[in-house]
């Protein structure tokens, strides 16, 4: 029986196969009492299934050429790293001791604990990570109870579909001739879309039931591009499949030539294109889809995939990598953007009632002041390597700014640098925006992060489900706000990126260019697209389309009249895929 599923779009592509159903239950545990002789043994079978487990990862990240870099490799390597982790261990090792139990019951507590710390969590991002803890802790008991783990040699042209699935599994399966993925949960910041993406395999997840719905053998259609599965396709859409997916080679042939375009409006403004990056690998990724610079550097990656924070070593080298790979201007690395409800895998989450608003970014790194010098210090060893901008999250406030530049100068003065990096801070806060020609005296550039801003000035949780209607960048009170951000950092001859999500929506683009804005710094997946409508818009025309949109009270009114302006207007110039794409932001 034909039927179709939408889910979130994870890795683009198209793919057609026969589905392989991947069963990962969750395990029943029982407690079971053990004898005091029992326990050494006991602790000795759990240290055993963890190297095992362990040794299943090392071979299939062996199956790599390691000359090659991915986020894929990464992501495995961090995996192995938390198994080597002595306090992941020690915790279930603690149990088996304290309460005289078996292994398998020991570590299904220990991810029971977590999740209920977990449940206080609405961050998405940090969610995720928790997924890594479970993924492992899954895979330990799996070798306790002597469960087969080898991933089987898949005829080509499968497509897996699973209820969830680990980043360790799903390279372990692209090695085996996957051609797509399926899954009911999972979201874009997971490490399993990171891999995907990496891959460069099309991955849909976030089906919510496709597991009880289709049977292996299944033909099903994966359309990463818009987040759609097809099962059982119809001739007629087999054919159509077939076009399309001449059409997407094609489209991914162009998007490859716009990546050699420079960040130039049709009238010669230039505009910096540049990419957020998680991981220092993403590096040859950004310059591979012609990213002009490293826009926003998230430091957070290495802070909650582990247990323990980096040490200073270890920051140095991350940053120093990054910089040394990436010849650009300048690579912006933001502090430690955590706290709230952000935190490492092995602390426990925030009690606060309300944690968007409370410890978290720069008021964390202030409160935990060694963590912050430490960082600041690995940047600015770091800074020899290419130059860098130190970009400050969460700012509220003149004093937070002056107290980052005298921790910052202290720093440097410790390390006797002849050389003092540029400082900005992050515009995401409605009372920074107010205070932007404030700020801009304070500092040497600003970036404007949509995400958060749109959140705090709509008062909207973008990830509850009743109200995240609300959260658009359409919004008039959203783009006078930025308007006036931008004006004020230009009048004081400051420049000013944007950070966000918006800075890669297409339909949004015309509205940052008009208003003024510098550099946009995006995903990579979507720097060839902008950098080719920037190369078919105008400066005056889309400070035309400003003008009147600001008119405008509502985020309906404004998002319809600039998709129309931008087709009317650079319409003829662009591919039909870039006019389908802004027709549906």
Request: net charge negative; proline share 4%.
């Amino acid at each position: 029986m034909r039927f179709e599923l939408k889910g979130i779009v994870i890795s683009p592509g198209v793919a057609l196969g026969r589905v392989v159903l991947l069963n990962r239950f969750k395990t029943i545990v029982e407690r079971k009492k053990l004898e005091p002789p029992l326990i050494e043994p006991e602790k000795k079978r759990f240290l055993s299934a963890v190297e095992k487990s362990k040794e299943q990862i090392l071979q299939i990240r062996d199956k790599f050429d390691p000359k090659e870099a991915g986020d894929h490799l990464q992501i495995l390597n961090l995996n192995i790293m938390m198994l080597e982790d002595e306090i992941l261990c020690e915790e279930v090792l603690r149990t088996i001791e304290n309460e005289q139990v078996n292994a398998e019951w020991a570590i299904t507590y220990l991810l029971s604990k977590k999740s209920e710390a977990f449940k206080r969590v609405e961050d998405i991002y940090m969610k995720e990570r928790l997924a890594d803890i479970y993924y492992l802790g899954e895979r330990i008991l799996r070798n306790l109870r002597g469960v087969h783990e080898d991933i089987p040699n898949l005829e080509e042209d499968s497509i897996v579909v699973s209820h969830d699935i680990s980043p360790v599994d799903l390279v372990g399966f692209a090695k085996h001739h996957a051609v797509g993925f399926a899954t009911d949960v999972g979201g874009s910041t997971s490490h399993s879309a990171i891999v995907a993406k990496s891959l460069g395999i099309p991955t849909v997840m976030g089906l919510e039931d496709i597991t009880l719905k289709v049977s292996p053998g299944d033909s099903i259609f994966v359309d990463g591009y818009n987040g759609l599965v097809i099962v059982n396709p119809t001739e007629k859409e087999l054919r159509e499949f077939k076009k399309r997916r001449k059409e997407f080679q094609a489209l991914e042939k162009k998007l490859a030539s716009y990546a050699t375009l420079p960040g130039k409006t049709l009238d010669g403004r230039e505009i910096r294109v540049s990419a957020n990056i998680e991981i220092s690998d993403e590096v040859d990724l950004a310059m591979c889809y012609g990213a002009e610079g490293i826009g926003m550097y998230r430091t957070e990656f290495m802070f909650t995939s582990s247990v323990y924070f980096p040490t200073e070593e270890e920051q140095f080298e991350d940053y120093k990598k990054v910089l040394s790979r990436f010849h650009s201007p300048y690579i912006t690395i933001r502090t430690l953007d955590i706290g709230g409800d952000k935190f490492p895998v092995g602390m426990e989450p925030s009690k606060a009632i309300n944690p968007a608003l409370g410890l978290r970014g720069i008021r964390f790194s202030l409160k935990d002041e060694k963590t912050f010098r430490t960082q600041i210090r690995a940047i600015l060893r770091a800074s020899e390597f290419g130059k860098v901008r130190i970009l400050i999250p969460m700012i509220s406030n003149i004093l937070e700014i002056r107290e980052v530049k005298r921790i910052i100068l202290e720093t440097a003065r410790e390390l006797n640098s002849h050389t003092f990096p540029e400082v900005g801070v992050m515009v995401e806060i409605p009372s920074a925006a107010i205070m932007a020609s404030e700020i801009a005296d304070e500092v040497e550039f600003l970036s404007i992060g949509t995400n958060d801003l749109i959140q705090y000035t709509l008062a909207v949780d973008r990830v509850n489900d009743h109200v995240s209607y609300l959260f658009t960048p359409f919004n008039p009170a959203v783009l006078r706000l930025i308007k006036t951000i931008i004006e004020r950092a230009n009048e004081k001859g400051v420049p000013v990126s944007v950070c966000g999500e918006m800075a890669g929506q297409l339909s949004c683009v015309p509205l940052l260019v008009g208003m003024g804005v510098d550099e946009l710094s995006m995903n990579v997946h979507s720097i060839p697209k902008v950098k080719k409508l920037l190369s078919s818009i105008t400066v005056n025309e889309s400070k035309e389309i400003v003008e009147h949109a600001l008119k405008l009270k509502t985020a309906a009114e404004i998002r319809e009249f600039v998709t129309q302006s931008i087709v009317e207007k650079w319409g003829d110039t662009l591919p039909g895929e870039l006019r389908q794409e802004i027709a549906l932001d």
